[in-house]
């Protein structure tokens, strides 16, 4: 009786270290695949700035955009006209919005597109754009240098509506989340930071304090940015 019960827990412990090692072994094989590195792309410009939604990546590349899925390994170039190139792509779903500059132009002006990838098309936003723009749902974020002030403006594609977010004068790199905005400004005491506006409520917080922050990104209720 009493190697019978030696037996049992024997085979209990050989069971639970096999089910540990099967854990273990998943575990192990997920973070493998989590850390695994994908090389998308060999060319890239200083502009190219890739972009996540999803499963899809796009950036830019002179005259194109490349955009890659990542669960199918299916690569698209989409083509610019002739002339133009693209420049800071961002994506949302199925839309990429980006900047087009036509090299023929003197002066030079940047604009804003809106590409629908189900669709194939492209839209014009606006024109003279400082060509730093972002996307969420149906708003487009950018900035624009109008009566020598730059500013932070935002585009809803749903009710074709423009709406001036900042007033300072001095903003750039905007980005969007749900219903927040953050931004560079770099109108204060000669530094600049980070703010956010809060679209539901149009209130404005300064976020950094160290004037000398820039380049924000943010997602859900967390902001990043680059500070030297």
């Not at 500059?101 to 754009?129: C, F, K, W």
Request: glycine letters at 4%; charged letters at 25%.
């Amino acid at each position: 009786k009493r190697l019978v019960e030696i037996n049992k827990k024997l085979y209990s412990i050989a069971l639970t270290s096999t089910v540990l090692f099967f854990v273990f072994s998943i575990l192990i094989s997920s973070l493998a695949l989590a850390a695994q590195e994908i090389r998308l792309s060999e060319d890239i410009g200083e502009n190219g700035e890739p972009s996540i939604y999803g499963d899809k990546v796009v950036w830019s590349y002179w005259d194109k955009i490349y955009l890659y899925d990542l669960k199918t390994g299916n690569d698209t170039i989409i083509t610019m006209p002739e002339h133009y190139y693209a420049a800071h792509p961002a994506i949302y779903d199925n839309k990429i919005v980006c900047c087009l500059y036509n090299v023929n132009e003197n002066p030079v002006r940047a604009r804003t597109y809106v590409y629908d990838i189900l669709n194939s098309t492209s839209s014009l936003i606006t024109e003279n754009v400082s060509c730093a723009s972002d996307i969420y749902g149906d708003r487009i974020v950018w900035t624009t240098e109008r009566n020598y002030k730059t500013d932070v403006y935002m585009y809803n594609l749903d009710t074709r509506k423009e709406t001036q977010i900042t007033t300072s004068g001095s903003a750039s790199s905007p980005a969007i989340y749900d219903n927040k905005i953050v931004w560079r400004d770099d109108g204060h005491n000669g530094g600049y930071d980070i703010y956010l506006q809060d679209l539901s409520t149009r209130k404005e917080t300064r976020i950094s304090t160290s004037g000398r922050a820039s380049i924000p990104t943010i997602y859900g209720d967390r902001i990043v940015w680059m500070d030297s």
